[in-house]
């Protein structure tokens, strides 16, 4: 399986607080893996590195073999990292299906800048891809009206419009209900398996996790305690310690 995304000592301190020590792991292709630890563990930090809004203090970080030393957030998105973020970043003023055809048009420009502005075949995507998350029967309601759960699956599809080989999702279902978190989390199994997108994210909810990620890494303190399957880290006493308060 070829590697999609690389660490080696990855590391950030903020003065005297070392918030991400020595990470070490890699992402293969295809693969749904979580990052979990407690708060204050290290886990946005670790995203904000990946993602290239935080320079690490030390470590290297490798997207299908390049350095992305030295590269922004915006390079790094180009590169066909996608992220979903903790505040939506749709317009409110907007349709459902318009935001997905903003970004399909705003990424097709970019692919194949002499595409023409061909608004049927962007609204037809953009049909596509809303049906992906389940949100076709919404695409013409203004998303001020939507409800927090199916922004997140709007998200979604926006990020995806982007045609990421990589999605990063840190705290995909924050602020959900149960059954909307496992709703989220089953979709972006889905997406992964169908469309052989890897994923790598976080979340609180250990049944979310241990249900689907195919892989999870614990961070706690900074430090990346366990890395395995689902059944290695449930039976891992150092996770255990870690959540029982040990
Ligand atoms: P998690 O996402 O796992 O809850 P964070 O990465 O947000 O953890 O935080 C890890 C540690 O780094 C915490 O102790 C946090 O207070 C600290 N931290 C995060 N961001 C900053 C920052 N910008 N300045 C100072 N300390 C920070
Ligand atoms: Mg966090």
């Given at each position: 399986m070829s590697?999609?995304?690389?660490?080696?000592?990855?590391?950030?301190?903020?003065?005297?607080?070392?918030?991400v020590s020595d990470v070490s792991f890699a992402l293969h292709k295809g693969e749904l893996l979580a990052m979990i630890g407690p708060n204050g563990a290290?886990?946005?930090?670790?995203?904000?590195m990946l993602m290239g809004q935080l320079k690490p203090t030390a470590g290297t970080v490798w997207l299908n073999?390049?350095?992305?030393?030295?590269l922004g957030p915006r390079q790094i998105w180009r590169m066909g990292v996608g992220r979903t973020f903790q505040i939506t970043g749709t317009y409110a003023s907007m349709t459902v299906a318009e935001n997905v055809q903003m970004a399909l048009i705003s990424h097709h420009r970019r692919v194949f800048s002499i595409l023409p502005y061909a608004h049927r075949l962007y609204r037809d995507r953009a049909l596509?891809?809303?049906n992906l998350v389940?949100?076709?029967?919404?695409?013409?309601?203004h998303c001020a009206v939507?409800?927090?759960?199916?922004?997140?699956?709007?998200?979604?599809?926006i990020a995806l419009a982007h045609e990421p080989s990589l999605l990063l999702m840190d705290e995909p279902t924050a602020g959900m209900a149960p059954r909307e978190r496992i709703a989220l989390m089953q979709l972006t199994a889905d997406i992964v398996r169908d469309r052989g997108v890897s994923v790598l994210f976080t979340e609180h909810d250990?049944?979310?996790?241990?249900?689907?990620?195919?892989?999870?890494?614990?961070?706690?303190?900074?430090q990346l305690i366990a890395d395995?399957?689902?059944?290695?880290?449930?039976?891992?006493?150092?996770?255990q310690e870690v959540y029982l308060g040990g």
């Open positions: 590697i999609v995304l690389e660490t080696q000592g990855l590391s950030k301190s903020f003065g005297a607080i070392k918030a290290g886990k946005s930090t670790c995203f904000n073999g390049q350095d992305l030393a030295g596509d891809l809303l389940g949100m076709a029967d919404q695409a013409d309601r939507l409800a927090y759960g199916d922004l997140k699956r709007l998200e979604l599809a250990m049944d979310v996790v241990f249900a689907h990620a195919h892989r999870v890494m614990v961070l706690n303190r900074g395995g399957t689902v059944d290695q880290i449930r039976n891992d006493p150092r996770v």
